[in-house]
């Protein structure tokens, strides 16, 4: 039997977006390297004879870009956890007491039953209804 991932404990699917269109915009670290050696090899790079900047530019440029790497690591690696921890917080409430809001304004409670995985979003079945997180109000024994 092949569970489908969308029901995986821990699935980040419903946190990463579609693969997005590569823009020519877009450069790894390599790439960028890359561009800084062959503009280092040119003649007029910084030189005396026009070049557009100090020949310390491109330092400050790879310092700027590897933060940019490094910020964009910690956000995946913070939805990640942020991902883990809600899921945690769901099967911390199997069979305790809670009072959610229902999609109509009005307050619900009972027992939470069961818990359940959507694209790794929990979601908590309270008399057979199924309730976001976002939804609980009180939670006791």
Sequence with gaps: MTIPDNMMI???NALQQ?????LNSDLNMEQ????????????SFGGESGGSGSETDYIGQMVQFG???AMQ???ETMQSNLLI???QQAFSLVGKEVTLTSQEDQLVS???EKVR???????LHVNGEAYTMSDVIEVSQ
């Design 73 to 75: 690591d910690l956000n």
């Design 10 to 12: 821990g699935s980040t």
């Design 110 to 112: 009972g027992v939470v």
């Design 85 to 87: 921890n809600h899921q």
């Design 18 to 22: 579609a693969p997005e269109k590569k």
């Design 67 to 69: 933060m940019l790497n």
């Design 32 to 43: 960028f390297l890359q561009i800084i050696s062959h503009a280092m090899s040119m003649p």
């Design 117 to 123: 995985f959507e694209n790794g979003i929990a979601t």
